[in-house]
Each structure stands twice: as structure tokens, then as C-alpha cells.
């Protein structure tokens, strides 16, 4: 793969595009995002708490804030390295840093609410629903069920930024080429993802990426990209483009040393076992000068040493692993590949054992799959009277046109069974926890 391709300032469905140099495209598509309507719904979404009312607890969109800003600074670092190596010409270290940061805001942007516990509770209801009489999930092909039987925010997102927001199934944002190959983490479609990695056991096989909705789109990015492609029973999948590698690594760090001073905030974990996990990234941590500050500032000052050394180490396993990168090679994660690894995998340790399973947590992850399927058991009436109705929404029954206001569903253009399950996945996981209660307390008549 080549940087001259890699950082396309084109864009996605605008061939006339010019790119104005005094606002780049990657600013453009950065700006795009934040002003989004479904960026700005991150603020009520859960990062790893649900339904908090301590303020000072990480929801979506703070989480993806500080992932662009991660991002930015490993893009800098790197493309300060590439700059000197003349892999890019003088100044594209800007282009890099921007693009890795446009794609660090959009990351969890097609998240549902409720989180990773949201995604589960939506393929599940797919999965117990597909085996039933509906006759709308009946007239779903196989090969197309397992998208929403696997139903993933990463996909979703993708579903977002290229067809919903803005020029709506006209390229949606109409982002660069270059911002939309750093978001994708996964390049496959759901028919094919598990025989692919079966076969190859690639990192960006691990789950699907695309629905088969914005396989077209997705394909015009790859080939822009001059992404290496390769097939599984005669369809492509691709191999990622290096810059996932930073958006992931800056994910990965805000979620690990973050998670930890969450867990100060929630009461899950003390200071010093906090400050002990720390030092497993940071060894020679020293205490603030500051002899007055207290445990919340002593964490956040240990939280800052910590993020950049895992900065610094993962721009040392860019560099190691290069080559392995840019052939489309290199199948872990940078985090995984450098010098803190040991210090991540104890901290991911107690976060799976003490606060991914934290009672509180637990208990508001069954309430909010309880809230996703009356949802989707609500509306899910209305797509069926929509097929029996020859996809025409003026004929629909008089309560259902009321539903279809209240919950907010977008119908325009479905005309099909693949399109009436997406504007169903749509609008569920384009809802707000809060707001998905609301709805779910609306439905059942509460």
C-alpha cells in the first residue's frame, strides 16, 4: 500500500470535490462529525457504565473526544517519523494526524445504547426472531440474516457516515477516501466473515465491518485506497488500512486507563490499586509535586504520565512492524506488539473480573436488553404491516402511522424486507439509553 493513495483527500460520492487548502478535507470531515446529529447522541450512550448519574463517568462521546486526541497525537508522531524516513513529502504528518483524528471521533458512531451489552441484544432478538413465523424475518435470505443476527456497531457506523447523515443514500457525509479507509476495522461482510477467518485468521476478520447495504460504497473506498483485496467463496474482502492501526491503538489506550479512573469515580476500585496498575505502564510514576492533592487529582495526574507513554509505545511498534503494515501483514494490535503489553493485559484482567461484572452493571445491562426487545417487539409490527401492504406507508393501519411517529422510524424508500430491517436497526440503534427507556415505557404502557 502507498501513502500517495492512503491519505485521498477525495470524496466518497462528490467526483467534482476540490479540496480548499485553507480548510483540508480531513478538518472538512472532522468538522462533519462533531456537527452531526448522531455524534451529538453519543453524549447519552454508555461507554462501559449504563444509565450513570455521576457526571464524572465517561459516556460515548467523551470517550470519542479523547480517542480523536490520542489519535492526533500518535498520527503527529508517526507522520513526523514518515517524514523523516521520505516515505511522505514534508507537512503530510498534518494530513495523517488529521485523518486519524477524523476517524477517532466517527468510531463508535453507529454504537446502540446500552453499549457492546446493545449489540448482543439486538443480534440475539434477530436470532430468536429468525427462527419464528414473522413473515416479514421469513422473507430475510439466509445469507443476508447473518448481518443482523451478528449485528455490530462498526458497521453501522459505516452504515452512518456514508448513507445516513447529510446527502441521505447520496454518500451521506461524503467523507474523504482517506478518513473512511482509517474508520473501517473491519473490511468483510457478514456472509462471508466466518469461513474468511476460519481460513485466514486475520485481525480485520475477527467481525464484520459491512453490511452488504454499503458493500458498493465501501468497495469505491478500497479501490480509491488501493487497499490490498482478497477473496473468500468469490467474494472480497480486504486487508486494513495501516492508519486502523492508530485509531485502534487510540482507542485502546483511552478505554484501558480511562476505564481505571472511572472506576475511582464509581467506587469499584481504590486509589492505590489504581496507582498500582498505572505503574505497570509507567514504572517509575512518581507522585505529584502538589503535596495538597487529593486521590481524584493524583489519578487524573497518573492517567496523563500513563497516556503518553502508551503514545510513545505505540509509535515504536509502528515503526518496528512497518513493512508487515503497509503489505498488509501485521495481524495484532500495536498495543499488543509493544513495550506496555504486559501492563494492558493486567489491567484488561481486572477489568474483565471486577468491573465489566460489577452488579450494578450487570443488572442495567439485563434491564437494557429488556429495553431493546420491547422496542424492537414494537415496531416490528409495523414493518410487517408495511410488506402486507405493498411497501405503501399511506395505507398503513392508523395505530401504526402513530407508532411510526412516536418511535421515530424512518420509512422513506424501504421496499423491500433487507430495507424494512435496516430502518429497524436504524432507529433502535440510533437511540440514546434514556431515550430508548422512554420509548420502551411508552410501548408497554408504563
Known sequence: MKWERLLSHKRLSAPDYQQNQDRPAFIQDADRITFSSAFRRLANKTQVHPLYENDHIHHRLIHSVETASVGR??????????????????GERHTIAGIVQAACLAHDIGNPPFGHAGENAIGAWFAQKMAESSPLLKAISPEDREEFKSFDGNAQGFRLLTQLEMYRYEGGMRLSYGVLGA?????????????AFTDHPYCGLKKSGIFKSELALFKEVAEALELKSEKTNDRCWW???????????????????????????????????????????APDLLPPKQPDYNNTE????????????????????????????????????????????????????????????????????????????????????ILDDL???????????????????????????????????????DCVSGMTDRYAVKIAKNLSGN
Open 387 to 425: 410488506m402486507q401492504k405493498n411497501w405503501d406507508s399511506e395505507k398503513l393501519e392508523a395505530y401504526h402511522r402513530q407508532l411510526c411517529r412516536t418511535v421515530g422510524i424512518d420509512i422513506r424508500g424501504v421496499g423491500t424486507p433487507y430495507k424494512a430491517l435496516h430502518a429497524l436497526t
Open 239 to 281: 486487508r486494513r488500512d495501516p492508519l486502523v492501526f492508530l485509531v485502534e491503538a487510540a482507542d485502546d489506550i483511552c478505554y484501558n486507563i480511562l476505564d481505571l479512573e472511572d472506576a475511582y469515580a464509581s467506587g469499584d476500585l481504590g486509589k492505590d490499586e489504581i496507582i498500582h496498575l498505572f505503574k505497570t505502564i
Open 73 to 90: 497525537s500518535l498520527g503527529i508522531k508517526i507522520g513526523h517519523w514518515l517524514e523523516n524516513q521520505k516515505e511522505i513529502t514534508e
Open 183 to 195: 474508520f473501517v476495522k473491519y473490511p468483510v461482510t457478514a456472509d462471508i466473515q466466518k469461513q
Open 298 to 381: 493524583e489519578i487524573a495526574h497518573a492517567r496523563a504520565v500513563c497516556i503518553g507513554r502508551a503514545i510513545d509505545a505505540c509509535v515504536e511498534a509502528f515503526k518496528a512492524h512497518y513493512d508487515a503494515l503497509m503489505s498488509g501483514q501485521f495481524s495484532t494490535s500495536l498495543i499488543e506488539e509493544s513495550s506496555i503489553k504486559e501492563g494492558f493485559k493486567k489491567i484488561r484482567n481486572i477489568a474483565e473480573d471486577r468491573l465489566f461484572t460489577s452488579r450494578r452493571k450487570t443488572e442495567l445491562e439485563v434491564y437494557g436488553r429488556n429495553v431493546i426487545h420491547r422496542i424492537l417487539n414494537g415496531i416490528l409490527p
